[in-house]
């Protein structure tokens, strides 16, 4: 698999900084007469915008005037719009950064009328070293009524064999990490579609023979998000809870405004005392100015979680302490498919004492980016800054280490075990009994 193919995999994971809130109009992609005039202009916008606003001026070494020319050779035997955006997602690959991506306009702004028409099988994913595997299915989903579980290893999806898969996209020069959440939206992005259509899947639980299995793609039930100028609605999934014990469970899907509402309510009802797990297992990002938002709850001293370059320039992510902000311990939860805003977080707190970080490597996809249409109607994100951690480092192509490796096993899945979340508890219990007084950071 070329890098192009394994960047187009994660165009939909959309994580940003802010939002190109201009649209301008569209024009007529679909007339022949007309497309050729799109198609250049089209081009032309991807190819500047990079060339204006990528952070590093020698774009690490690619000549871009080069790779201009060998694309825009091309163009005119793109005979329409998916082919456009092929050649344009492989112009972009050879930057060999995350956060450029070229993708429908349908598929990202998903107004109100749309969303009925958009299906889904209902389960969350993991991998595992090359397998990606079932972690979750949602009770009454589609994957629920095709007798999937828990543990169960994706073979095959369609036409194309997983395993040949993960060898192609092991050969792309990726981290393990960015490899494994390259893998799983690869088969995550084939368990969506129209409403009606039929995934035909390979599966096979552990220790057990492949069997087949057909999923028919059903609505997306649940709440959405609005979309903000180019930024798509997102459907928006939450847990939070503080248990008997004293120790609360938070966990969103994706970095959206709407969440706040959810989030600052929830940490101002933990006692003195508790402690608090923030599960950012499978979250690919979303806005960024929500992590210093959120860690504000969290601190009694302004800090900062980072800074981001610019091409001219630097933002630093500050975070202002917030009254009645909530001072025990937190364990933070990552894994390959934490990413972007999910991987500034976890650093930020990390770096400044105020958390320990559970589980695998992240994404290592951490650039700061912008949305803006195209002249085809399409949808392009590209990245306009770096970021550092506030001790420097950068997470781009890196990831974020936890300070406790822990992971789980199919057989963990099937028996409904969370080895990960378990750690986590273990340590705040241990916490929790140190009192305010014993613990360092910004508490």
């Given at each position: 698999?070329?890098?192009s193919e394994v960047?187009?995999v994660?165009?939909m ?7 190109a809130?201009a649209?301008g ?5 679909d007339?022949a ?8 202009e ?6 500047q ?17 080069a ?14 719009k998916a082919?456009l955006r092929?050649l344009?997602?492989?112009?972009l690959?050879?930057?060999q ?25 209902g ?6 070293g ?6 979750r299915?949602?009770?009454?989903s589609p994957?629920?009524?095709a ?5 169960d290893?994706?073979?095959q999806?369609g036409d194309r064999v997983v395993e040949e ?6 050969q ?7 490899q ?12 969506r ?5 039929t ?9 057990a023979?492949d069997r087949?299995v057909n ?13 903000v ?6 459907l928006?999934?939450s ?21 706040m509402?959810?989030i ?7 006692k003195?005392?508790d402690?608090?797990v923030?599960?950012l297992?499978?979250?690919?990002g ?5 992590a210093?938002g959120?860690?504000?709850?969290l ?17 630093n992510?500050v ?12 364990a ?8 972007s ?9 990390q770096?400044?004492g105020r958390?320990r970080?559970?589980?695998g ?27 550092q ?14 300070d406790?490796r822990?992971?789980?096993?199919r057989e ?9 979340l ?11 009994k140190k009192?305010?007084?014993a ?5």
């Amino acid at each position: 698999m070329r890098f192009s193919e394994v960047a187009a995999v994660w165009r939909m994971r959309v994580m940003v900084v802010g939002v190109a809130l201009a649209f301008g109009p569209v024009r007529g992609a679909d007339a022949a007469g007309d497309w050729a005039a799109v198609r250049a202009e089209t081009f032309a916008t991807v190819w500047q915008t990079v060339n204006d606003s990528y952070v590093d001026p020698a774009f690490g070494g690619v000549n871009w005037k080069a790779v201009k020319g060998k694309y825009e050779a091309q163009l005119e035997q793109v005979p329409g719009k998916a082919e456009l955006r092929t050649l344009l997602q492989a112009m972009l690959a050879e930057l060999q950064k995350t956060h450029f991506a070229i993708f429908p306009r349908e598929t990202a702004v998903a107004p109100t009328g749309e969303r009925a028409s958009n299906g889904a099988a209902g389960v969350e994913l993991t991998v595992m070293g090359r397998e990606v595997v079932i972690a979750r299915v949602k009770t009454g989903s589609p994957a629920a009524a095709a007798g999937l579980k828990p543990g169960d290893a994706v073979r095959q999806i369609g036409d194309r064999v997983v395993e040949e898969v993960a060898a192609s996209v092991a050969q792309s020069g990726l981290t393990p990490a960015a490899q494994a959440a390259h893998l799983a939206n690869f088969v995550a992005s084939r368990l969506r579609g129209p409403v009606g259509a039929t995934v035909p899947l390979v599966v096979a639980a552990p220790a057990a023979e492949d069997r087949p299995v057909n999923v028919a793609l059903a609505a997306v039930k649940g709440v959405w998000s609005e979309p903000v100028g180019n930024f798509p609605a997102q459907l928006i999934e939450s847990v939070a809870e503080r248990g008997a014990d004293g120790i609360g469970y938070l966990k969103f899907n994706i970095f959206v405004s709407p969440f706040m509402r959810t989030i600052r309510p929830f940490l101002l009802k933990l006692k003195p005392g508790d402690g608090l797990v923030i599960d950012l297992r499978g979250n690919p990002g979303g806005v960024t100015a929500m992590a210093p938002g959120i860690c504000g709850w969290l601190v009694k001293e302004e800090f900062s979680l980072g800074k981001t370059r610019l091409r001219k320039g630097f933002m630093n992510l500050v975070v202002t302490p917030q009254a009645g902000a909530f001072l025990g311990p937190v364990a933070v939860l990552i894994d390959s498919g934490s990413a972007s805003t999910s991987e500034i977080l976890a650093a930020g707190l990390q770096e400044a004492g105020r958390a320990r970080v559970f589980g695998g490597m992240s994404a290592g996809a951490a650039l700061p980016s912008l949305l803006k249409t195209l002249p085809s109607g399409d949808v392009f994100q590209y990245a306009v800054a770096d970021l550092q951690t506030p001790r420097g480092r950068h997470l781009e192509g890196v990831g974020v280490t936890p300070d406790e490796r822990v992971a789980a096993t199919r057989e963990d899945l099937v028996a409904g075990r969370d080895p990960v979340l378990a750690a986590a508890r273990a340590w705040l219990e241990v916490e929790r009994k140190k009192g305010p007084a014993a613990r360092a950071g910004k508490s």
